[in-house]
């Protein structure tokens, strides 16, 4: 499954973004889905993930109260809703299919990433 992340921008600290993850083909619907980043100099880091129907979330502790994890299966595309964002949160922002978890390796497809900036 081809995916490609969009939504990145340019925000002030405390502002929103809201990121989509639109994939290519039906059988995405089966697949969980994650969002991961990474930040210069840093190792990709896991963000949040959804199950194939959208009946589970997973969040990091970093983002967990702040970022909003969310899939329609009918427009192929999950969400990632992004409140009160901090100059840490700066990073380029990959989705990725596989089975749903944390761990970066459950994950086979990747798309390209969008960059998020957090100006402070």
């Known amino acids: 499954v081809q995916l490609q992340a969009s939504g990145g921008g340019l925000v002030q600290a405390g502002g929103s973004l809201a990121l989509s993850c639109t994939a290519s083909?039906?059988?995405?619907?089966?697949?969980?889905i994650g969002w991961f980043r990474q930040a210069p100099g840093k190792e990709r880091e896991f963000v949040a993930a959804?199950?194939?129907?959208?009946?589970?979330?997973y969040y990091a502790d970093s983002v967990k109260g702040r970022f909003t994890i969310s899939r329609d299966n009918s427009k192929r595309t999950v969400y990632l809703q992004m409140n009160s964002l901090k100059s840490e949160d700066t990073a380029v922002y990959y989705c990725?299919?596989?089975?749903?978890?944390?761990?970066?390796?459950?994950?086979?497809?990747w798309g390209l990433g969008t960059l998020v900036t957090v100006s402070s």
């Open positions: 990725a299919a596989g089975s749903v978890g944390r761990d970066i390796r459950e994950y086979g497809h």
């Open positions: 083909e039906r059988t995405f619907s089966s697949y969980g």
């Open positions: 959804v199950n194939w129907n959208g009946g589970s979330t």
